[in-house]
Nanobody, 127 residues
Framework: QVQVMEAGGGSVQIGGSLRLSCTVS????????MAWFRQAPGQRREGVAA???????RYEGRLQGRFTVSKDDAKNTLYLQANTLEPEDNATYYC?????????????????????WGQGTQITVSS
């Protein structure tokens, strides 16, 4: 069974930084599309950033510049470096894996059937 697990969330002050990681385990090869989403209280889950199987990244427009996504296929791990954090970044951050080998569709940053989700990790930004 393939599982996805996030780590690295926590509490920071405005302007602080955090690095999230998302590790894939189970019977699956590397080279997949993986994405970060987030959900703030009372709001819909939204796409943050993704890396396709081809290694190309895509960001939700307003987050590019503060957030950097990267993927280490050797470790089957996705990262999200979140800098200059703001109160609007308060949310639970979820990792999603598209288990189809070689795909890039998750770069659309939309939820779709077939994605494998982690349990989420919380980022809390305070003044």
């Amino acid at each position: 069974q393939v599982q996805v697990m996030e780590a690295g969330g926590g509490s920071v002050q405005i302007g602080g930084s955090l690095r999230l990681s998302c590790t894939v385990s189970g019977d699956i090869s590397a080279n997949h599309c993986m994405a970060w989403f987030r959900q703030a209280p009372g709001q819909r889950r939204e796409g943050v950033a993704a890396v396709g199987a081809d290694g190309q990244a895509r960001y939700e427009g307003r987050l590019q510049g503060r957030f950097t996504v990267s993927k280490d296929d050797a470790k089957n791990t996705l990262y999200l470096q979140a800098n200059t954090l703001e109160p609007e970044d308060n949310a639970t951050y979820y990792c999603a894996l598209d288990p189809r080998n070689g795909g890039n569709y998750c770069r659309a940053l939309r939820e779709y059937e077939g994605l494998i989700w982690g349990q989420g990790t919380q980022i809390t930004v305070s003044s």
